[in-house]
């Protein structure tokens, strides 16, 4: 066995309402902080298989331009959600929920997502397919939430 292998299925533009933009500007208190805030987030969806421990999202996402060598202030997924096999069932949305045995496909976003760079996670680093619109289902099973 070669051991754990991580596809990305792809990287969606989320949709981004206008009260949720509001709600996230009442927090930031800035307009240009807030566009920039969504202008590179993205929703991941992935399926890591081969695993037989939780999957670490802490070091799940990608390294800083201003300081690649350094994993401290690494962006990384957050918010996820364990989907069904098919993709198209939610089964948990909370932290550390892409657990369990056999393939797992999930959902995370992260922010600051440079589309032209390598995700990083524990066993090294994955090349990302083009950016797309969000697809309806996932649109529905894992809405945006707005953070403080």
């Known amino acids: 066995m070669t051991g754990p292998t991580l596809k990305i299925i792809g990287v969606y533009r989320p949709h981004i309402t206008s009260d949720t933009w509001n709600q996230q500007f009442r927090v930031m208190n800035d307009r240009d ?9 993205v929703l991941i969806e992935a399926i890591v298989d081969g695993t ?16 690649p060598d350094d994993p401290k202030p ?13 993709g198209d ?17 999930f959902a995370v976003y992260l922010h600051q997502f440079d589309p032209q760079r390598p995700l990083r996670w524990k066993r090294g680093e994955v090349i990302c397919p083009p950016i797309r619109e969000i697809p309806l289902r996932l649109l529905l099973l894992m809405p945006y939430n707005v953070c403080c």
């Not at 902080?33 to 987030?41: G, H």
């Not at 037989?52 to 300081?67: A, C, I, N, Y």
């Not at 069932?89 to 496909?105: A, E, S």
């Open 33 to 41: 902080c807030t566009r920039e805030y969504f202008d590179k987030l």
């Open 52 to 67: 037989d421990e939780p999957f670490d999202m802490s070091r799940f996402g990608q390294m800083q331009t201003q300081v």
């Open 89 to 105: 069932t939610l089964t948990d949305r909370k932290r550390n929920c892409v657990q369990g045995t056999g393939p797992l496909r």
């Open 74 to 86: 690494m962006q990384v997924g957050y918010d996820e959600g364990l989907l069904s096999e098919d």
